[in-house]
């Protein structure tokens, strides 16, 4: 290329031009163009008139327009663009501001309670409630009778190996279940189950699980975030440690 003054023309390639790759040694491809275009972006300004002379498709007519026209057609698919990114992260900023509103209403609904049953009659409520659980089920590791939504599995049950792996990691499995799972966990209600997320209760040892449970396929999903999720399970473990061990005992002692 030659970058004298005046001498906006590639040097060496003065007749025509070929989108074959330069088999000629008198042509140059489209490559070269945008290339030469790129280390010389003032080119344009010097050159103003060709610009009405270019014509590019519309995106989604077909028809030819001057590259100004789809230049200010590209600027506002950007602005557009930018716009919606914005949109998106102010509403992931709302429902984060929610789901922490409920956490804390939580929280504060937990710091009330003053026994086993206490625990799970809040829990049941604010999960089916505010967090849009359609079924709510808590499996606790021991013994003892169950309640509603209450359900205890026994340290000797095989059945315990399908939680293994959540156990381990130690972090919340949102997506569909296995047949065996959902049946496990949810019981006869299992069926209308279509989603679940499963959120590992640990409290200095393995306590249980907590489900929840959605008749919508897309409500617990695979790859969505569990930060909060994770929390929630923090705040039901705190709450349930209190008044494990004394229940139970009461529990096994009444059966």
């Known amino acids: ?19 074959q790759g330069g088999q000629d040694g008198n042509s140059i491809s489209a490559e070269q163009v945008a290339a030469w275009l790129q280390q010389h972006p003032d080119f344009f300004r010097e050159h103003e008139d060709l610009l009405d002379c270019l014509s590019i498709p519309h995106p989604h007519t077909g028809d030819a327009v001057s590259l100004l026209e789809r230049l200010v057609q590209r600027q506002r698919n950007r602005y557009q663009e930018l716009e919606q990114r914005q949109h998106d992260m102010l509403r992931a900023a709302r429902d984060s501001e929610h789901v922490i ?24 409520s604010l999960l089916r409630g505010d967090f849009k659980a359609d079924s709510v089920v808590l499996r606790l590791i021991g013994h003892g009778k169950p309640r509603d939504g209450l359900h205890f599995i026994s340290p000797e049950d095989k059945a315990l190996k399908q939680l293994a792996a959540l156990f381990r990691k130690r972090q919340p499995v949102c997506g569909r279940l296995r047949p065996r799972q959902q049946m496990f966990l949810f019981g006869e209600e299992g069926v209308a189950i279509k989603s679940a997320v499963l959120i590992p209760l640990y409290e200095a040892r393995e306590i249980g699980v907590l489900a929840l ?43």
């Open 213 to 255: 449970g959605s008749e919508n396929e897309g409500r617990f999903y695979p790859g969505m975030g569990t930060l909060f999720i994770g929390q929630l399970g923090d705040l039901v473990a705190r709450a349930l440690v209190r008044y494990l061990d004394t229940p139970l005992q009461t529990a096994e002692s009444g059966s």
């Open 101 to 124: 509103n409920r956490l804390h209403n939580m929280a504060l609904e937990l710091m009330t309670c003053d026994s086993l049953d206490d625990v799970v009659a809040t829990c049941n």
């Open 1 to 19: 290329m030659d970058d004298r003054p005046g001498r906006n023309s590639i040097q060496g390639y003065t007749h025509s031009m070929s989108t």
